[in-house]
């Protein structure tokens, strides 16, 4: 008997009463018990192994990352925000580097063309990390908005070592989301990708080409 034979027997078979669910263990796993440098090193392979890139850097001077980074790209057009700490000390870091900041908390019907045709990379900040998937997360708030990491060829964006967690349970446990969810909660796996029918990677389609974390430490690694 094949399966799809099996399967409309079984469903005759109980047609004349209710189809109970099967045995399962719907437990959540959680709390892996990685210490911070396993989920470091899992975060970057899985994010590295789907095109993603990671710089690290020191705290006090993911700026100098940041400059660099955008010369060795060619990038000369960046939009981010401003009242974050992170766009803040972007901003008084790239002021004098001839770098062209273009504001993100604008209306979208302000600066659409520029944002779609002349906006190089976007630059966010994250809320932390998942390293059993290898994903960001991020609440976009109207100085982030969600067009920011969506957009620009390039999404820069900064994360901080000690706030990679274990599972999305975790983060979501720990974080209180069961008690106040934002209007749009992002997961972040790798740059924008889609495959055509004999499955053949593009990147860059429907939305960044490039993601690039720089991933910030408390203390220079040695």
């Known amino acids: 008997m094949s399966a799809r034979e099996s399967i409309l027997k079984r469903l005759r078979e109980r047609a004349d009463g209710p189809l109970n669910a099967p045995e399962s263990d719907f437990a959540v796993v959680t ?92 630059l966010t900040s994250t809320r932390g990390a998942i390293a059993e998937t290898g994903s960001l997360w991020l609440w976009p708030t109207p100085d982030e908005p969600r067009l920011l990491s969506l957009v620009p060829p390039i999404h820069i964006a900064v994360l901080d070592a000690d706030t990679v967690e274990d599972t999305f349970f975790d983060v979501i446990e720990a974080h209180g989301w069961a008690a106040g969810l934002p209007t749009n909660a992002l997961l972040i796996s790798g740059p924008s990708k889609t495959a055509d029918i004999e499955q053949t990677l593009a990147y860059g389609v429907h939305g960044p080409r490039e993601l690039v974390i720089l991933l910030r430490h408390a203390e220079e690694r040695s």
């Open 31 to 122: 709390g892996r018990g990685w210490s911070q440098e396993e989920r470091l090193a899992r975060f970057e392979r899985l994010i590295t192994s789907v095109h993603g890139e990671v710089i690290h850097t020191a705290r006090d001077a993911w700026t100098s990352a940041l400059a660099e980074l955008l010369e060795a790209k060619g990038i000369q057009r960046l939009a981010l925000g401003r009242k974050h700490p992170v766009a803040a000390e972007a901003r008084m870091a790239l002021a004098e580097r001839g770098i062209t900041l273009l504001d993100a908390d604008r209306d979208i019907e302000i600066w659409q063309h520029e944002q779609f045709h002349d906006t190089e990379a976007g």
